[in-house]
């Protein structure tokens, strides 16, 4: 029960604060007809009650799976079993992210259906997946994150030379939403299980800089496709 | 009065099966290979699925119905406005106070200010971030204004993470990567995201799809930046705290 009050009361601190702002620039500057502004209010009531079901669902059912498969992956002790299994569940989690799905129908909708949902939604999950893999292999054969960020960066960049402007903004917020609800935690116990048993020594600051690497995935994803689109 | 609420709930529900099925999927792998769960704990399982997929539903029928089209219209009036400095303020406050609220920032807060000993107490790294966040919205809002590409932030933005990551303590650099998610909270790339597609639509000369997007991702790094700065300063007084024992222990030897 506390944890349904918990949800609760996050999803509300959450959306209120800009709901409010939203509705005194509604009396103030915007004055949208007033049919359009209660449609606004309906969906945040929609949007309020959606998240606390999703984030309790995930509370409940995901999360102890993402912590089981991470401690049964570790206990297989085979390296490539591993890092295959991150990059799967890297992906199948991404495309259940709330945030990943909102851009890519807005990015979808904005470009007149040029840059589809579906397929953005895939390279999105393939970049996240890839670089949980990525990730593993960096837990497992202890390599500085730092060198990890730094060579993704300047790949990103490269990257983003060659590739159509239209797409460099499109990417880089691929990489900010993926940092979800869903993903952050179901990748951070992910690791974490997989760095506690791989070596057993605890160096839990190994589970770390995850969430970092997840989301230059889909940067690179991202600039990848506009490469071939262009 | 024309009110559409549950206006193409069908296709959503499609779509959410779709987004859950492969999670769904790799689970029961999972389970018939190597969990083997006893049922009382797959009864769980199934109840979070099923909790997971109403909720998305209705989160996706919410932005749906309510975020994007009043984000839109929204957006277009504001970019109307004769005033148009007016947005960067707007931005700012927008940023701040969805920040300032955001629970799992409050878990990140606390988070810094227990490694360090309390030295950096939460409120200081609370405003730190919703200053930060602010401004990366209100940025955002200028660069829709003047057509600055995204570029001219993020690289120098990246680099500067990259820089003073050298200087910052191993802990905060932990802390300072898995943190760039908290800012993002749900009405970010939601309704803030669709507020931007409608300004961008309606001032002269600019592409919603070019000037629109990158918000998020200057929001993503505001934490990020944030907290390696403070982490720097928190090594500076570690580094003072040390030194002032190094020179206390002399003097006593000195002493004796």
């Given at each position: 029960m506390?944890?349904?009050?918990?949800?609760?009361?996050?999803?509300?601190?959450?959306?209120?604060?800009?709901?409010?702002?939203?509705?005194?620039?509604?009396?103030?500057?915007?004055?949208?007809?007033?049919?359009?502004?209660?449609?606004?209010?309906?969906?945040?009531?929609?949007?309020?009650?959606?998240?606390?079901?999703?984030?309790?669902?995930?509370?409940?059912?995901?999360?102890?799976?993402?912590?089981?498969?991470?401690?049964?992956?570790?206990k297989t002790k085979r390296v490539w079993v591993i890092i295959f299994f991150g990059f799967l569940l890297g992906l199948v989690v991404t495309v259940a992210e709330p945030d990943v799905r909102v851009l890519s129908s807005q990015i979808n909708q904005v470009s007149g259906g040029r840059i589809p949902k579906d397929i953005l939604i895939l390279s999105v999950a393939l970049g996240v997946g890839g670089f949980v893999a990525l990730a593993m292999f960096r837990i497992i054969f202890s390599i500085n994150i730092v060198y990890l960020l730094a060579g993704g960066y300047a790949l990103v960049f490269i990257l983003a030379a060659f590739t159509p402007s239209v797409f460099v903004p499109i990417s880089f917020d691929s990489g900010g939403v993926t940092t979800g609800p869903l993903t952050v935690p179901f990748i951070l116990s992910l690791g974490v299980g997989a760095a506690s048993v791989m070596r057993g020594k605890s160096s839990s600051s190994d589970g770390f800089g995850l969430v970092a690497l997840a989301s230059i995935g889909p940067i690179l994803a991202v600039l990848l496709l506009g490469v071939i689109y262009g | 009065?024309?009110?559409?609420?549950?206006?193409?709930?069908?296709?959503?529900?499609?779509?959410?099966?779709?987004?859950?099925?492969?999670?769904?999927?790799?689970?029961?792998?999972?389970?018939?290979?190597?969990?083997?769960?006893?049922?009382?704990?797959?009864?769980?399982?199934?109840?979070?699925?099923?909790?997971?997929?109403?909720?998305?539903?209705?989160?996706?029928?919410?932005?749906?119905?309510?975020?994007?089209?009043?984000?839109?219209?929204?957006?277009?009036?504001?970019?109307?406005?004769?005033?148009?400095?007016?947005?960067?303020?707007?931005?700012?406050?927008?940023?701040?106070?969805?920040?300032?609220?955001?629970?799992?920032?409050?878990?990140?807060?606390?988070?810094?200010?227990?490694?360090?000993?309390?030295?950096?107490?939460?409120?200081?790294?609370?405003?730190?971030?919703?200053?930060?966040?602010?401004?990366?919205?209100?940025?955002?809002?200028?660069?829709i204004l003047l057509g600055i590409p995204l570029w001219y932030f993020i690289v120098p933005g990246y680099i500067f993470v990259l820089i003073i990551v050298r200087f910052s303590t191993k802990t905060f650099t932990s802390i300072a990567f898995d943190s760039g998610g908290v800012a993002t909270g749900p009405m970010t790339a939601t309704f803030i995201l669709a507020l931007f597609v409608g300004i961008s639509s309606?001032?002269?000369?600019?592409?919603?799809?070019?000037?629109?997007?990158?918000?998020?991702?200057?929001?993503?790094?505001?934490?990020?930046?944030?907290?390696?700065?403070?982490?720097i300063i928190y090594r500076r007084k570690e580094q003072e705290q040390y030194d002032k024992d190094q020179t206390r222990t002399k003097a006593h030897h000195n002493h004796r």
């Amino acid at each position: 029960m506390d944890n349904i009050k918990d949800t609760v009361l996050e999803v509300i601190l959450s959306i209120l604060p800009i709901t409010i702002v939203i509705t005194i620039l509604q009396f103030t500057l915007i004055w949208l007809p007033l049919d359009m502004f209660i449609q606004f209010l309906i969906g945040v009531l929609l949007v309020g009650s959606g998240l606390i079901l999703f984030l309790l669902g995930v509370n409940i059912g995901l999360l102890p799976v993402g912590e089981m498969i991470g401690s049964s992956l570790s206990k297989t002790k085979r390296v490539w079993v591993i890092i295959f299994f991150g990059f799967l569940l890297g992906l199948v989690v991404t495309v259940a992210e709330p945030d990943v799905r909102v851009l890519s129908s807005q990015i979808n909708q904005v470009s007149g259906g040029r840059i589809p949902k579906d397929i953005l939604i895939l390279s999105v999950a393939l970049g996240v997946g890839g670089f949980v893999a990525l990730a593993m292999f960096r837990i497992i054969f202890s390599i500085n994150i730092v060198y990890l960020l730094a060579g993704g960066y300047a790949l990103v960049f490269i990257l983003a030379a060659f590739t159509p402007s239209v797409f460099v903004p499109i990417s880089f917020d691929s990489g900010g939403v993926t940092t979800g609800p869903l993903t952050v935690p179901f990748i951070l116990s992910l690791g974490v299980g997989a760095a506690s048993v791989m070596r057993g020594k605890s160096s839990s600051s190994d589970g770390f800089g995850l969430v970092a690497l997840a989301s230059i995935g889909p940067i690179l994803a991202v600039l990848l496709l506009g490469v071939i689109y262009g | 009065m024309n009110i559409k609420i549950f206006e193409g709930f069908w296709g959503v529900l499609l779509d959410v099966a779709m987004a859950l099925i492969p999670l769904f999927f790799l689970f029961l792998i999972f389970q018939f290979i190597f969990l083997k769960l006893p049922w009382a704990k797959l009864q769980d399982i199934l109840i979070g699925f099923t909790l997971t997929y109403f909720g998305l539903a209705l989160f996706l029928q919410g932005v749906h119905i309510g975020f994007l089209p009043a984000g839109a219209l929204m957006g277009e009036e504001l970019g109307s406005l004769h005033h148009l400095w007016l947005l960067i303020p707007i931005g700012f406050v927008l940023g701040f106070v969805a920040v300032y609220a955001e629970p799992a920032v409050s878990v990140l807060t606390h988070q810094v200010e227990r490694v360090s000993g309390g030295y950096i107490p939460n409120k200081v790294l609370l405003y730190t971030l919703s200053v930060g966040v602010g401004l990366s919205i209100a940025i955002s809002m200028i660069r829709i204004l003047l057509g600055i590409p995204l570029w001219y932030f993020i690289v120098p933005g990246y680099i500067f993470v990259l820089i003073i990551v050298r200087f910052s303590t191993k802990t905060f650099t932990s802390i300072a990567f898995d943190s760039g998610g908290v800012a993002t909270g749900p009405m970010t790339a939601t309704f803030i995201l669709a507020l931007f597609v409608g300004i961008s639509s309606v001032i002269e000369g600019r592409d919603p799809l070019v000037d629109g997007f990158g918000m998020v991702a200057l929001v993503a790094l505001a934490p990020i930046l944030s907290v390696l700065t403070l982490g720097i300063i928190y090594r500076r007084k570690e580094q003072e705290q040390y030194d002032k024992d190094q020179t206390r222990t002399k003097a006593h030897h000195n002493h004796r």
